[in-house]
């Protein structure tokens, strides 16, 4: 049973940095896809930055040169940097993993973003 767990939520004032762990049981290079989406209050989960086993990197429009993700210097771990953040950032951020074809998700880490 592949498990992902999400860390290095809170809160921060906006136009500030903001660093997101997501740890993963199986290597990250062996996945097919891991993800960052986030779910606001009362609004739908929506993608925001996705990586592949290949390294090719995708960003939602409303976060392209703000965020960033990329796969740390652990084999288990990925990380959506998020800069310049905005309040309407504040969301509940998920990691996404699909391996052999399932998917994974974790339990969350909330990021609020203060005016």
């Known amino acids: 049973q592949v498990q992902v767990m999400e860390s290095g939520g809170g809160l921060v004032q906006a136009g500030k940095s903001l660093r997101l762990y997501c740890n993963c049981t199986e290597r990250v290079a062996s996945v097919t896809r891991m993800a960052w989406y986030r779910q606001a209050a009362g609004k739908q989960r929506e993608l925001v930055a996705s990586?592949?086993?290949?390294?090719?990197?995708a960003l939602s429009d409303s976060v392209k040169g703000r965020f960033t993700i990329s796969r740390g210097n652990v084999k288990n771990t990925v990380l959506l940097y998020m800069n310049s953040l905005k309040p309407e950032d504040t969301a509940v951020y998920f990691c996404y993993a699909l391996y052999t074809g399932m998917e994974y998700w974790g339990t969350g880490t909330l990021v609020t973003v203060s005016s």
């Open positions: 990586v592949t086993s290949d390294s090719t990197t």
